[in-house]
Nanobody, 116 residues
Framework: QVQLVESGGGLVQPGGSLRLSCAAS????????MKWYRQAPGKERELVAA????????TYADSVKGRFTISRDNAKNTVYLQMDSLKSEDTAVYYC?????????WGQGTQVTVSS
């Protein structure tokens, strides 16, 4: 019954933009920190961005700082990741994650491919 459904991935040229969305249901979205992770082939999963449950405080990996923006809409139970100035090294499967202490939920991921 708990669901995290990512959308918005696809193929984009270097320098382009994508906006990922993650729609949540089945839990109290506003109580959970929301995070975006990514995993490229042969690499470990890394935290890309996070946003706090209520304050909206955000954190970013150094590799995406200034290019990516995480946001949330608690009324819509949705978290977003705006990705600008994309690079080939951003190519990965992007996963939506919800966390409340020891409770975590994961989406199944959406593929982002930056060509060249």
């Amino acid at each position: 019954q708990v669901q995290l459904v990512e959308s918005g991935g696809g193929l984009v040229q270097p320098g382009g933009s994508l906006r990922l969305s993650c729609a949540a249901s089945g839990f109290t979205f506003s109580s959970y920190a929301m995070k975006w992770y990514r995993q490229a082939p042969g690499k470990e999963r890394e935290l890309v961005a996070a946003i706090a449950p209520a304050s909206g405080r955000t954190t970013y990996a150094d590799s995406v700082k200034g290019r990516f923006t995480i946001s949330r809409d608690n009324a819509k139970n949705t978290v977003y990741l705006q990705m600008d100035s994309l690079k080939s090294e951003d190519t990965a499967v992007y996963y939506c994650n919800a966390v409340y202490f020891l409770t975590q939920y994961w989406g199944q991921g959406t593929q982002v491919t930056v060509s060249s």
